[in-house]
């Protein structure tokens, strides 16, 4: 009696052991069908990157603002909550820095802030039949920091867009005709691994190859050596077929190839599922590839849901259509891109007891594979990519964000400068108050400067006897009355 303790293990034949339905023997063990189910990838590799904003290389990294810019929505809240902060400190600001004296701190700051004022600062209230000067204000300069943080906000957002979606790729279908049919010289690779404990020596190698529709008169059975070269590879999941075609002109018709496997002795036909990767370039370019990979078993096509192996003389189908694409944007690269367009479910089993029973029977000994090649002659595919946004669209858009900033800016300072007369002469006190302090400042320098230079006593205006000192008081007034003069001129 065979030792069939391993967990999804039975024996027949009383010596031999075998996986229940759905599990093949691996490495002493009952492995299942890797990854499960039907699950397969399509796509093309090897296209170049949209080059039309690569003029900002430069001085920003794109790959960088890809990293940093995740979501649209991110930096606008990033640019939003900036301008608000900035609203907000300017007006906690002007609440508690009002000083007739101009000797706090933050009364320094609204004066700070008026100087930022570089873009209102020919915008303000005019009093009429008075001369257009520049003037700096501290609402002036609150509203041109706050355009300019909308405007850098906005910007971001326009060049994630940018970076994001530069480009959109156009499909075009046309009729196809027999010189385009024929244009499409590509190299096809076909590998199928059958997921199974077997290995290349039970397999029997195709030895022909069927073209078009059986019982039509275009229907032909040639050689396979004339179209494929075949090889067999013994891999940890199991043989892998390889079918290979290099610049191959296929005509538009259908194609079967079948390969089987046997039973051996201690060697079962059995499969829990199929693996598949077929591959297509345009003959001599190496870079651009069209492919269509995956897995696929019983489990995940079937209504019944119920885990099989397949054994026997029906036939698994895997049905492939070649579907012809020009790449207009790639140099009118020619390519055959496969998809999987069926499976047919051949002969299998779910239960351990049929399975067990086909085991032992030397008819069910053979795992018969076919992959049908459909080839879509009716039509072709052009693709191109037209890019949305360029250097110059960007900078039209970055011109428009920034008028937009400015008249959303100048439109609350004109509303608060008309309705807040208080706001017509701010200016202008503003630079009054400096203008006071810088003289007062001034001044005390000049006091310093006389009391080092004649004495303390010349600045004292009561001298040491208690009489008062005419004489330096008057002294003292006209050079105060000089700097403010000065200062004020």
């Not at 006091?447 to 330096?472: A, E, I, Q």
């Amino acid at each position: 009696m065979a030792n069939c303790t391993a967990a999804r293990m039975f024996a027949y034949n009383a010596s031999l052991c075998a996986c229940d339905p759905g599990y093949y023997l691996s490495n002493g063990s009952c492995a299942p069908m890797p990854g499960g189910g039907w699950e397969w990838q399509v796509g093309t590799v090897g296209a170049p990157r949209n080059r039309s904003l690569y003029f900002l290389a430069p001085v920003l990294s794109l790959d960088a603002v890809r990293y940093l810019t995740q979501s649209q929505a991110v930096l606008l809240e990033a640019a939003l909550a900036a301008l608000l902060s900035w609203l907000a400190f300017c007006a906690a600001a002007r609440v508690a820095g009002r000083d007739p004296s101009g000797e706090k701190r933050l009364f320094r700051v609204r004066f700070w802030v008026s100087r930022l004022d570089c873009v209102f600062d020919n915008s303000h209230w005019t009093e009429d039949q008075r001369v257009l000067r520049k003037r700096k204000t501290e609402l002036g300069g609150t509203c041109s920091v706050a355009s300019l943080i909308l405007f850098i906000g906005l910007v971001t957002v326009l060049l994630y867009q940018a970076i994001k979606r530069h480009s959109i790729e156009v499909h075009r279908v046309k009729p196809a005709n027999a010189p385009d049919l024929l244009s499409f010289v590509n190299d096809l690779e076909f590998h199928i691994t059958t997921v199974s404990s077997m290995s290349c020596a039970q397999a029997v190698a195709p030895s022909t190859i069927a073209m078009g529709t059986p019982g039509f008169m275009d229907f032909r059975v040639v050689p396979l050596p004339t179209l494929f070269t075949y090889s067999c590879k013994n891999t940890s999941q199991g043989p892998s077929i390889s079918l290979r075609c290099n610049g191959c002109r296929i005509p538009p018709r259908d194609h079967y190839v079948s390969w089987q496997f046997i039973d051996l002795p201690g060697q079962p036909a059995a499969a829990a599922g199929f693996q598949f990767n077929m591959t297509a370039k345009q003959h001599g370019d190496d870079k651009h590839v069209s492919f269509v990979s995956g897995m696929m078993n019983s489990d995940g096509y079937a209504d019944d849901g119920k885990l099989k192996t397949f054994r026997g003389r029906g036939s698994n189908v895997l049905k492939i259509q070649l579907f012809p694409q020009i790449y207009n944007n790639l140099g009118n690269l020619r390519l055959l891109q496969p998809l999987v367009q069926d499976f047919t479910q051949g002969s299998a089993f779910s239960d351990v007891s049929s399975l067990n029973a086909s085991l032992q029977n030397p008819r069910d000994g053979v795992v018969n594979t076919t992959l049908f090649i459909s080839y879509l002659s009716d039509y072709i595919v052009e693709i191109s990519k037209e890019s949305v946004v360029g250097p110059v669209s960007i900078l039209a858009s970055i011109g428009g964000l920034y008028a937009f900033s400015v008249a959303i800016c100048l439109c609350m300072m004109a509303q608060c400068e008309a309705r807040i007369k208080k706001l017509h002469d701010e200016d202008t006190r503003m630079l009054t108050i400096m203008s006071k302090r810088r003289a007062r400042r001034n001044w005390d320098k000049v006091r310093k400067f006389v009391m080092y230079t004649w004495g303390p006593s010349n600045l004292d205006p009561t001298d040491r006897s208690g009489k008062h000192s005419l004489k330096g008081a008057i002294d003292i007034e006209r050079v105060g009355e000089m700097q403010q003069s000065s200062s004020s001129g």
